[in-house]
């Protein structure tokens, strides 16, 4: 079974502005990709079948005795487990998980300011009560302003509890998230900053796309994900790879890599960090945060991407998600542009 996602923001600058109003759609197709507990992946194929929405059960209504109260707190806790995926289908404790979220980009930078932190808590109250079950988030700023990553290997402490506070009110509210960790585009930071960090490191670079074929970036990337991963959560004290709150780790937002159209430096990449996450946090899910643009693997599909510039940015969505230990797809679908 496949599960719809409708994301919205007000506030959406994954390629655009702050501030400019964009509603777009992420669907989610479950990869038929059979992981085990260890490095070794195994491949079952990729099936794309209908998408389906599904409505949240109604909660359980709380009783006002105190042995109640216990004994709900104690299930709570049991059901609090991780996600995982059998077949086509989410499943927690073996029984079927249906997404139905949304996309807030900015909560670690709005939780990182105490004029605004309590918009996260609101958000998330907000979501809880129309039955929303998964967020999108950022789990990267790199060397801009509020960075959470000020330069490789370097953090700021104080931002970093801003995104455990968006992890611990999450949990709070029984919201999972999709935590997504570098941007295709320059918005906080992104495969720029990352080139940026290694001009000034005296690297011969040419390009942004050397973000992902150049070892030394490719080190800086890794070096962020170990941190992320291996974060204590200074409200929880649950380290993020334990956490059943996160849903699944992104490899990155809408990764592009133009300089090369053939997608092997894009699809190299994949194939690298897909294996890197999986033996450090062999328990969550993985994604790679692809827009869903055919590519040279599928040239008689070309004709529904939303223009012919799609199959020139060095993706290719059916190669992309074959590779072994990627969980399940996403497509964005940007309303106002296709």
């Known amino acids: 079974m496949v599960a719809r996602r409708q994301m919205s923001s007000t506030m959406d600058t994954d390629r655009i502005g702050f501030g400019l109003k964009i509603m777009f759609l992420v669907v989610i197709f479950v990869v038929s990709i059979n992981s085990s507990k260890s490095a070794d992946f195994h491949t079952a194929g990729f099936e794309q079948i ?3 929405v599904e409505e949240m059960e109604n909660h359980l209504s709380y009783s006002s005795t105190s042995e109640s109260i216990f ?17 086509n289908q989410f499943v927690v404790n073996g029984q079927p998980f249906y997404l139905n979220g949304f996309n807030t980009y900015w909560l670690m930078v709005f939780a990182a300011d105490n004029s605004t932190k309590g918009k996260v808590t609101e958000l998330f109250q907000q979501a809880a009560s129309v039955g929303l079950t998964v ?3 950022w789990a990267f700023n790199d060397g801009q302003w509020r960075a959470l990553q000020k330069s490789p290997g370097v ?7 801003a995104l455990d506070f968006v992890v611990s009110e999450a949990k709070k509210h029984k919201i999972r998230l999709i935590l997504s960790l570098c941007n295709n585009w320059e918005a906080y930071g992104g495969k720029a900053q990352y080139v940026k960090w290694g001009k000034a490191a005296g690297l011969n670079l040419t390009s942004d796309d050397d973000f992902f074929s150049h070892p030394t970036l490719r080190s800086y990337y890794k070096a962020h994900v170990k941190m992320v991963l291996n974060r204590v959560n200074a409200f929880t004290n649950i380290t993020y790879k334990e956490d059943p709150t996160i849903f699944a780790w992104e490899l990155m937002n809408e990764p592009r890599c133009t300089s090369d159209p053939s997608g092997d430096k894009l699809q190299s990449w994949i194939q690298e960090m897909v294996v890197y996450v999986k033996r450090m946090d062999p328990k969550h899910m993985v994604e790679i945060g692809l827009e869903g643009f055919y590519g040279p693997s599928a040239p008689d599909r070309a004709q529904f991407n939303p223009n012919s510039y799609a199959t020139q940015v060095g993706t290719d969505f059916l190669r992309n998600h074959q590779v072994l230990g990627v969980d399940f797809a996403s497509v964005h679908i940007y309303a106002d542009s296709w």
Not at 71 to 87: A, F, I, P, R, T
Not at 155 to 161: A, G, H, L, M, T
Request: one cysteine or more; hydrophobic letters at 25%; aromatic letters at 10%.
């Open 155 to 161: 953090y700021d402490e104080e931002v970093f509890k």
């Open 135 to 137: 967020c999108r988030t």
């Open 71 to 87: 004994m709900l707190n104690d299930m709570e806790e049991d059901s609090w487990q991780m996600v995982g995926k059998k077949g």
């Open 50 to 52: 209908e998408t389906t």
